[in-house]
């Protein structure tokens, strides 16, 4: 309810929306595809897998630099980091990003992908959780 009054408050209503519980992955993500971009501004988390799935439906996102987020992004190549607690850099990144075509295409087409100064990271974790055969023998 407070959320509401706030969107309200702003004249956001044709710009927010707020969405109740959706049973079905499929009908998640179905929403989700139709963001322009995906805000994380989270003080803490320890996934955060929500991030993950944005990143891979190629959502632009935008995210505070907690749990894992400094490792799936690298600011400006595919998402963008804001600093924790600060409304005016939020503000800022998400009018960057909407404004600007080239950055927000770069941002979507990388999204996809681990940045090159994590792979050494993300190959010791495959590694460590690897199974030997995945498949069992029939």
């Given at each position: 309810?407070?959320?509401?009054?706030?969107?309200?408050?702003?004249?956001?209503?044709?710009?927010?929306?707020?969405?109740?519980?959706?049973?079905?992955?499929?009908?998640?993500?179905?929403?989700?595809?139709?963001?322009?971009?995906?805000?994380?501004?989270?003080?803490?988390e320890?996934?955060?897998?929500?991030?993950?799935?944005?990143?891979?439906?190629?959502?632009?996102?935008?995210?505070?630099?907690?749990?894992?987020?400094?490792?799936?992004?690298?600011?400006?190549?595919?998402?963008?980091?804001?600093?924790?607690?600060?409304?005016?850099?939020?503000?800022?990144?998400?009018?960057?990003?909407?404004?600007?075509?080239?950055?927000?295409?770069?941002?979507?087409?990388?999204?996809?992908?681990?940045?090159?100064?994590s792979?050494?990271?993300?190959?010791?974790?495959?590694?460590?959780?690897?199974?030997?055969d995945?498949?069992?023998?029939?």
């Amino acid at each position: 309810k407070k959320v509401n009054r706030w969107i309200k408050r702003y004249g956001l209503e044709k710009r927010v929306t707020i969405k109740k519980w959706l049973p079905e992955k499929e009908d998640v993500y179905k929403e989700m595809k139709k963001a322009r971009i995906f805000l994380m501004a989270s003080f803490s988390e320890g996934g955060p897998r929500t991030l993950v799935e944005a990143m891979t439906l190629g959502i632009p996102c935008i995210a505070t630099p907690v749990g894992i987020t400094k490792d799936l992004i690298e600011h400006e190549w595919n998402g963008m980091i804001v600093k924790i607690g600060d409304y005016r850099d939020l503000a800022d990144k998400i009018s960057k990003v909407l404004l600007n075509h080239n950055l927000r295409k770069t941002i979507t087409q990388n999204s996809v992908l681990i940045p090159p100064k994590s792979y050494s990271y993300f190959e010791r974790i495959t590694k460590r959780h690897s199974i030997e055969d995945p498949v069992p023998p029939s």
